[in-house]
């Protein structure tokens, strides 16, 4: 496991007993709240592939690589160690181009930044 994926770890398991953070893969359409359904395909430079899933306001991290994966990134996985210690978010990792989306929806991964704030703020 590499470091990107270990701090990622801590992360998610602390998400998934916040209801803060799990409030944020909660969709409203038309005024009916809907479970936000994503996977994220992490492809980190020097490091074994690893994959994200929300899915039922549950976060869970996989190794190796989800072929369907809704959002897939490459690049440093020292954004993402950052990411996790509260340094940096996607936003600056992207448009400083540490961290390509190569496939998705930017706003998406905004989203799990949120969740990922949230986790951060309660430690």
Sequence with gaps: MGQAQEHLTKIVEKMNINPKAQAV??????????????SFQ???????????????QKA????GTKPDADIVTSGDPNAIVRICEGKGDFTHAISREQITV?????MD???????I???????
Excluded: H, P
Aim: proline fraction near 0%; avoid cysteine; charged fraction near 30%.
């Design 42 to 56: 992490f492809n980190l430079d020097n490091e074994d592939s690893f994959f994200l899933e929300i899915k039922d």
């Design 25 to 38: 893969f909660i969709t409203n359409i038309a005024g009916k709240d809907v479970n936000w359904e994503m």
């Design 109 to 115: 991964v905004i989203r799990l930044t949120r969740a």
């Design 117 to 123: 704030t949230i986790v951060l703020k309660t430690l």
């Design 60 to 63: 869970i991290l996989n190794e």
């Design 102 to 106: 190569k496939k998705g929806q930017v």
